[in-house]
């Protein structure tokens, strides 16, 4: 309901006096929607006949006036005498304008108090002078802070039902600030009778503080988050004449030509335009926005962008993960447990997730730990989240607007938190995998008589946790990379860069990420092994044997490529049967039992020459080295060039013995 | 951002929400000066398409200046309008007080026209400040197979994300400009230039503030011949706005029961 006061005839727009929305919660029947009515009566604000029709309404159902009936304007509300639902309305005080949002107090609608409370910049607190602190105090003092509300203001209502006592206002202001709320007032008030709410009526003549109206002049809208790094849920993405991402800014800024990059994919891009409609007539085109903005864009580059990723700032990103920290509050009526699978929701974002913890389990209103676990209706709790998909979001204490999550189960909102990490692996539970064999000779039935684009495209569907790719830059790492950025394949790309590599590699590396966008994770020898080795043989000693040289290999590729294998669920690479003796017995899906996990060889299979047919149809880019006679190509000072007639792998390693080429990263015991 | 402009980023949001998460929808358009502001904000939001087609549920009985603004504006902002006609009165529940019963047809109507189209979105152009059953609506409201509104199981909505999952054959009511008060939509439609109905206009002292039918709704007193005095009027009046519309006055509970059979 709109309610214009006279009282605040004045010139000055409505668009230039700030709007604060301020939610009114406590226990029921303690007089939230009364003081709401008696706000608006005492400022004028109610419409012509409103009053009599109340008094009316009153009447007919015998009962004294009753205020309450200005909101709880559902017939069940009017004949139990309680609110069922939020309701809003809005009113002017000299400086502002004011939205009240009346929230149910009961605990049966502890799902409607959230609802308008997630809405409010600013909360009063209401308690019964004569009842004290009750359940929904406690409960509602709670979830303010969960909800992120930190203005707060205290009202002991009904102070005519205890004489007006500073003592006993006192006795409960205590309690108050027992409960670790920490109120910018504390107010002794008679809603019914109107003292303390617009006026210091006598008998309140002992209070030295602000009226309610006064606390209402003293509460500011929620501060902008546009100071924090850039966060830009991508809602849609139109196309017209080109593709345009569409998006509301929820913290930060952004400008036309920003670097930003898009997660939890890590695709890098540069902001091209900001786009409008209508053009601004006369007006130069659109170059910046901040938060709050709803805003199209394009980037400088095609990349594939979707519903659900998150545009973030390239110097800070958002953390991304497979499994979910949050403290919830549950508000389903059936109780949240280990196992259970719900759809875990983060700004446009949404994934499958199951449960994999509960722990302290907190009734708000005792606020005791009631359980571990499992979490009732109206509990919060510390909850774990084995996600299905990896998301991306903020720690609540970084960002508000990405810190938080809403859980759908059976296709209704059913609870919400907030954030309070994500880890990059998936724990999984013991013996999950126990049967890795099993699942490999599964995967490999399946994924046979598919090409290697169809065998990546459902990657995804069939493992969960971190599927992670090796890339060297070779012809078969660049056609999977290839395959893995244009179905948009989430996969995490990794190079392991030896310290020795050609210069070509680096340049074929530099052009990767340009062409598909993607950042391509680099991981380096640990510093402290790499100086022993050095020390020990010198700077070229693996020359000197083949244990030098596994060594060096060691040192350079294995130990960086077991820390990116790390707490993977699978590990894609690029070996074909083909390319030596040794790798004749390639299969489609291995298990690495001691590294627990599945491997998988997409192009086991392939020939050469379709590799060859395949990155020359796409344009992929390929080491230049491959034209000047190289085949296979690793570090620099190990690998030479072939002649025709030679095995693939013939150059590296030329020194060696032929025929066991390989460097121990793909020659552990299956 | 001022005021205006995070009203409109936030009716922008709703829209590509309803957009994204819902298969089939349709804008209701009433002809009034709040739907005009909604398809404007589906353009803005859309970039000038109108990406779903347009609605207008007829009674038969509007003012012939609102279907002439629906023949000219249904062309020049090229929407996909469906036109939908409302059952005769005595296929309406009996027991309804006489205006709300005639606007109940309009109820009627959406219900054939949802049958019709099986849509799982209707977008509506209600505002928390029309009316106190309004005033408790979430942003996506559940409907049941039959169009109504079951206000006590109403599932938490908050943090902008909404409940767009209806089940099979029911369907979401998406309300992108219920956080905007009737001023809000003047100081808007002066800002925009979006084209209204001159019935809201006054002529010889009276306007129509909210129009409907025309049998059942009446102007009021009103000097306001331009949309600037319009802006000055809402500053200061303590008139209801929908105080002439017959149909929320005649009992205690019209409107509600209007509302929880499926009424907007």
Redesign the interface.
Known sequence: MNIALPDARRKNSTSARSLVRIVIVGHVDHGKSTLIGRLLHETGSLPDGKLDSLKAISARRGVSFEWSFLLDALQTERDQGITIDTSQIRFRTSSRDIVLIDAPGHTEFLRNMITGASQADAAILIVDANEGIREQTRRHGYLLHLLGIRQLAVVINKMDRVDFSPARFQEIRGEIEALGLKPAAVIPISARNGDGVARRTAPIAWHDGPTVLEALDGFVPATSLDELPLRLPVQAVYRMEYRVIAGRIESGQLSVGDDIVVMPGNKVARVKSIEAWPAPQGLPPVRSAGAGQSIGITLDRELFVDRGDLIASQSIPPGTGRTLRARIFWLHPTSLGIGTRVIVRSGTAETVGVVRAVNNAVDPANLNIVAHDVLAPNHVADVEIALARPLAADPHTDNPATGRIVIELSDRIAGGGLVLGLNPTEREPAGAHADLAAEAAYLAEIYRPLSPAERLARLRRDLGGRVVFTTSFGLEDQAITHLLCEQNIDVELITLDTGRLFNETYSLWAETERRYGRRIRALYPSRRNLEALIAEQGINGFFESKSARLACCHVRKIEPLERALSGAHAWITGLRAEQSAFRKDLALVTAERDRGLIKINPLFDQTRKQILELVSKHAVPVNTLHSKGFASIGCAPCTRAISSGEPERAGRWWWEEQGSQECGLHTRRR | ??????L???S??IF??A??RLKNIALLWSLGKDSNVMIWLA???????MPFPVMHVDTGKKFPEMYAFRERYSREWALNLLVEQCPPLDAVDPTLPPAARSAARKTEGLKLALAKHGFDGLIAGIR??????R??E?VFSLRGTEGGWD??D??????N?F?A?P?RGAHVRVHPILHW????IW?YTRREGIPIIPLYLAQNGKRYRSLGDADITSPVASNATTIDQIVEE????????RSGRAMDHES??AF?RLRVSGYL
């Open positions: 951002m001022n005021r205006l402009d995070d409109e980023s936030q922008v949001f590509r929400e957009y994204a353009r803005k939001a859309f970039f000038g398409r928390r400040d029309e009316e106190p059953t005033a408790k979430r206000v006590r109403q599932p938490p909505e908050f943090w994300h409940n999952s089940p008060t009737e001023a809000d100081s809402l500053d200061v009046t303590r008139v209801a706005e205690e509970d509600e």
